[in-house]
């Protein structure tokens, strides 16, 4: 029954931005850490930036060094919708970004469960 499905990809110049929305649906989003990950073919996937939950955790948000300052994580519980916004956008942020419920923010992308990852949106980064 939980669903998760993310929009706003596309093709950007570098030094653009974006922003990633990920609607959930068969979840109270406020009582789940919700992350975005991405994947390049040939690759594995990676972790880009976490929030945990605000009502079992501190609410902690979490960046990958490689986009810190320039990405900025959100989450309206009214709405089930996290974002990701993309500033600054480099050709290396090239990627399939999707969003997904983990355990908590500190697992691996390999422990969060199969059915609680969105389909993916492409974002592409060149001039």
């Known amino acids: 029954q939980e669903q998760l499905v993310e929009s706003g990809g596309g093709l950007v110049q570098p030094g653009g931005s974006l922003r990633l929305s990920c609607v959930v649906s068969?979840?109270?989003?406020?009582?789940?850490?919700i992350g975005w990950f991405r994947q390049v073919p040939g690759k594995e996937r990676e972790g880009v930036s976490c929030?945990?939950?605000?009502?079992?955790?501190?609410?902690?948000?979490y960046y990958a060094a490689s986009v810190k300052g320039r990405f900025t994580i959100s989450r309206d519980n009214a709405k089930n919708t996290v974002y990701l916004q993309m500033n600054s956008l480099k050709p290396e942020d090239t990627a399939v970004y999707y969003c997904?419920?983990?355990?908590?923010?500190?697992?691996?992308?390999?422990?969060?469960?199969?059915?609680?990852w969105g389909q993916g949106t492409q974002v592409t980064v060149s001039s």
């Open positions: 997904a419920i983990p355990p908590s923010c500190e697992a691996a992308p390999g422990l969060i469960d199969p059915d609680y």
């Open positions: 929030i945990s939950s605000s009502t079992v955790s501190d609410g902690r948000i």
């Open positions: 068969g979840f109270a989003l406020d009582y789940y850490a």
